[in-house]
């Protein structure tokens, strides 16, 4: 499993999102996701937003991910 692939499939599953995704050993990653679709959701939902996109590869290929979810507003508000 690497970065690139992840990443391609949070922004197919959340078309319109903004994702950064960095891991160096294959099985443990961090991912920022910037989408309006977390508007009004709180982080648990959010965070299963994103799972949904990866379906049975959590807990799989991917061991652990560590998500980091905003709206663009609020990475706006934390100057990014």
């Known amino acids: ?33 910037v989408t309006d679709a977390f508007a009004g959701k709180l982080p648990l939902a959010r965070h299963r937003m994103v799972y949904a996109t990866l379906g049975d590869l959590m807990g799989g290929a991917i061991h652990a991910l560590a998500l980091k979810t905003l709206t663009p507003a609020e990475r706006a508000a934390q100057g990014g």
Do not use: C, Q, S, Y
């Open 1 to 33: 499993m690497d970065a690139n692939r992840i990443k391609n499939l949070i922004e197919h599953g959340l078309p319109g999102a903004v994702v950064d995704v960095r891991g160096d050993d294959g099985v443990h990653f961090e991912a920022t996701v």
